[in-house]
């Protein structure tokens, strides 16, 4: 008798021509680099003695307890109480031992030991076959506001399985529950004040903050920036020569849209394209006066009144251009269903288009707003709880989280991006079997 499998499987979104992905994890090892998981095409090693390939799990080291008590600090109380400090971190502790996503393992994948010293079990193996110097596509990925990157290990592992080099990076800036610190530390997320002490430096601030670990982290995986002992890890050594610097492209969830919008923003020429998962490009505190595009930047204008010391210009960037770049905005129903937000998204999008129009060799920004689904349908939460209980939960995975993905890979991989190459890879690896129907229901017709 056949066993239905207890747990959605992800193999359906692992497509793609390379057979095994290697995962690095990267610590913070300096002030300006943040933690960087890095996925990236691989082959087992030729060896007289070849490693044991362990799969990566979906957290760094199998942290399940240390990524539950970052949300416990954000949801039940804060991590300098006695409450936490007596009663939820051990019931945190107790509880990692028996979740389900501690027993999981990304599909496809091979966990690279951190330390540059210790053997691999594979090396970087790129997809062309002509062994091309700087033919090779790098995605910059940023997560999104209390996540960590490791809920977005799918759709990375989803990208790298077609040839791309993925990092995902762990913002320092207190927007993530917890992330750990170069002093061995960690910090956790940071409340907004709340009453007559809100003030809307802190998300301007954050967001400029993470912007540049986003650009760091793009010099530094180039090679442009060194610093920190694991700059010359053997797998980097292999992949740095690879990347082409003119095929970098911005990506995030969330947060993390908006993050590497304005990352784009201020240095335009750095980046290929973008993809924003879910973007948040809007902030509504009316309560306390302030309404806003976010980030500023990325829309042309100023810093709302009262930001800033009462300086409404960024501190980041001076032109007014905004986001000039192709980008390609993917959105929940959820998200399209507020309306001062989707229509943020719509006019970054438009702008975006209006600055290119006399540009013919620059492609049409697209939106798509996927039916029936969520924000968190974004992230791999799906895959890490039994069927059973997400079917108590109501109806967490409206479409699921398979088919979430499934269409932001499509989406991805058909988006006229600016090469030549890309343009031709794009069409080659989009599935042809999509459903056409789900790929008419995502047009927005509103969007001009």
Known sequence: MKVAPLFHAPQRLLVGDAPLIGVLDLPSSNQERPPIRLFFPAATTVAPKPCRVKQARYFVNNRVSYVLQGFAHIALARHTTKLYRFLIRPLMWLVSLFFP???LKIPDTALVPTKKDVSSPVEYSPLNSSNEIKSQSLIMFSHGLTGTGEENSLFCTALAKRGYVVACIHHRDGSSSRVPMPDGTCKFYEHLPNGDDYSPNHRLEQVSYRAKEFLYATKWLLGEERGGDDYDHPILQ???????KKKVIASGFSYGSTTCSLAAT????????????DGWFHVDYSSKGYVYNFPPEAFGEDWPNGANNGNV???????????TIPSIFINSAQFAGYK??????????NNINARNKHDTTIPESTLHVIPDTKHQNFCDVGFWLPK????????LLALGDADVLEASEHFVLSFPHRSRELVSRGRALARPWFNEALEARCHDSTFK
């Open 101 to 103: 996503v501690r027993f």
């Open 340 to 349: 001062q937000l989707y229509a943020a998204t719509k006019t970054l999008a």
């Open 266 to 277: 201020v240095e335009p020429k750095r980046f290929q394209c973008a993809v924003f998962l």
């Open 238 to 244: 292999q992949i740095r020569p690879k990347l082409d």
């Open 388 to 395: 059973v209980l997400l079917r108590r939960l109501g109806k």
């Open 313 to 323: 210009k960024s501190h980041m960037i001076e032109n007014k251009d905004g986001l």
